[in-house]
């Protein structure tokens, strides 16, 4: 009931989840101590997938073992799922009816806002060197001039390696011996190869797209702020499987519902296979929603046990802030392309600008900008 509490009510991102989980799993309920929480928290942030999904599936691997795990997964991703799939319908209605998107047209520029600044404050956050920002312009330059998904991994995995050579200047400490259980990450990679498998067999859509999120969601680092990027790439510049303004759209109502900004995912799914009806988007943000989240539980079963002595290796430390400094490029570069095409509407512009100042120094909860911006569309 907690965790479902949550869902309901955890809007703006990792950091706010974060806050909301030390007042009600710790304060409230005490099921674990803040220092605790906090560690899981770091744990997650430095493994693929949503931190936040992550933080709360730790939370119940630690408690009831993994089929409380499991369970807390899927309450807490389940409101935003609904959520984001009766969106995608939602907007397929219209345009199947030839009604006018027109009234989102101030949440596009907003959700472009939102992802600058939180590209930014990513930044800021864990970029704390030259070699962190050198390694942050190029990955930008180059994830901007070649939008290929398969540049992600690339830029993700050479900022880690780069990173990882400077291991000297990290703090040694005193290492323990480590035991693996290798079971999670077998099981990890047999559904990967599984599914690429059988959807080339088949070339079913559905199971393609499961694939397709299924390694996304074992290549992001840094949260739904760097897989929006990622997604925007794969879907809609290189598959064309949805639209610039349906994309937008969904950035923009990733705002809105609460729980994980991952439910990105969800949307682009069920867009995706909206040529098959009602029940193909269904079916789209299902596949869309497993594939993204099933990774990261994967990786917390296999980290959780041997994290406290795996941190205790400067090389492992280092490497975070190449990987970090590649998915903040990764997330900028995005920005920058999906600003562009706005360059040429003074209303554009002047929305992104407005939304920046108001998200920067007026603490105005995202979900309402986004709402406001809905009321302007219909309004004028």
Known sequence: MDILLLSLTAFGGPQVHLMMMIERLVHKRRYVTEEELLELQALCSILPGPSSTQTVTAIGLKIGGQPLAYLTLLVW??????????????IHYLERNAISLDFTRFVGPMAVAFLMYGASSIARKVIHNTQGWTLLVISTILAYMYPSPYMTPVLIVCGGVAASLNFKKHEKMEKGEIRIKWRPIIF??????????????????????????????????????????????EFVEFKHYLTEQEFLAGM???QVVPGPVFSIATFVGSVSLQ??????????????????????????????PF??????????RASLEGIHAASCGLTIAAAISLFQPMTTSVQSVATIIVTLLVVAFGKVPSYLIILAGLLLGLVF
């Open 77 to 90: 991703s389940l409101p935003a799922m609904i959520l984001m799939t009766l969106a995608a319908i939602g």
């Open 252 to 254: 923009a109502l990733t």
């Open 188 to 233: 990890w990679i047999s559904v990967l190869i599984t599914a690429a498998i059988i959807g080339k067999i088949t070339n079913s859509l559905p199971v393609r797209l499961f694939e397709n999120f299924y390694r996304n969601g074992s290549l992001v680092f840094g949260g739904g702020q760097v897989l929006i990027p990622i997604l925007y790439n």
């Open 275 to 304: 040529s098959n009806g009602w029940f193909g988007q269904i079916v789209g943000g299902f596949v869309a929603t497993a594939g993204i989240f099933l990774p990261g539980t994967f990786f917390i079963f296999f980290a959780y």
């Open 307 to 316: 994290w406290d002595q795996l941190k205790r290796y400067r090389g492992i």
